[in-house]
């Protein structure tokens, strides 16, 4: 089978650099595109890539790309790849998805067909079969995608299953939780650092807690779940094992972190308190009930992160204004805390009653939203 593969992250817009960085991080050079970070790299590539990229959605296997202006080029050229690379006898493969876009052809099913056809005629041809009778599919699953983006097509095979952001962790959510990969996107693009304090006092199910838990323990994000590509007879499970245990050493269970969520919302809490414990972190994050109104503290330098209501979710628009003012009441006096609060509030700024050191641009999900950063007033240690 391949020992080197073409692969790509999938990523929410606005989070590529992150992405990027992460991969880097790993040691793999990358390139940065919309929505999409490429790299090269072998097996271990593709199971380190899953097991530890925080904010990444899939990792997917770039089969071929070439241009595709009619069915015909189509077909050939998905016929011309070397599927017997990848797919062993027996193997299933379903077309799972089809994208075009600005492209000649545009009907995905039949997209999706003719590159179901070529890839059967490949194995076929390969492996000796007669033409008419077709593959059985009794093995293990490898989902094929196609992208045509301006007549270029794509052709990808899924290695990651469930998105990434399902960690295996979450047992419940409240009614608008932020996706783990976003939460854990937006820690890295904060200035927190495990020996900071965190407070997320807007906590809800915990999802932004738990990931700078799982952050500053340095526990890979996908510990906790199977992927796709260990399905497939070529992979080597002794490889993949390793990759598991050498995430285990790498973990720093005993660092010592300053990590709280509240909510108004007891039952939230209850749900928060399930979710850590599930992730393995039940005495590492303090969980209370509280209203963000009530919080005060003496500590410094701490950062807070906060995904409050906003009006076309949980609350009405009076109330959103009310919460966000008292926001920036009970925040004002942390003049050494950093902020970073996400909301689709346009207005957000007037309502908290400062003006943010800067604005991102983030989807959750397809909603816009911004990231608001306030930065906290840097203290000199001999000061304190
Ligand atoms: N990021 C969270 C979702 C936050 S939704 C997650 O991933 O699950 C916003 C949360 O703010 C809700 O759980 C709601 O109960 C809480 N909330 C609303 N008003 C509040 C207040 N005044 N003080 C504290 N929490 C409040």
Redesign the pocket.
Known sequence: MKENFKLVATVAAGLEAVVGKEIRTLGFDCQVENGKVYFDGTLEAIIKTNLWLRAADRIKIIVGRFPARTFEELFQGVFALDWENYLPLGAKFPISKAKCVKSKLHNEPSVQAITKKAVVKKLQKHFHRPEGVPLQEIGSEFNIEVSILKDQATIMIDTTGDSLFKRGYRVQ??????KENM?AAILSLSNWFPDKPLV?????????CIEAALIGMNIAPGFNRSFAFEQWSWVDKELVQKGRDDAEKEARYDAELDISG????GR?IEI?KRNAEEAGLANVITFKQ????DFRTDKINGVIV????YGE???DDKAVDI?YN?MGQTFAPLRTWSKFILTSDEDFEKKYGQKADKKRKLYNGTLKVDLYQFYGERVKRHLI
């Open positions: 959510k409240g009614g608008a939780p932020i939460a997320d006092p807007t906590c809800g199910s915990g999802t932004f509240f909510d108004v919302d939230m928060a509280m209203r963000l109104q906060s995904n409050p209501p979710r949980l609350l919460l008292e």
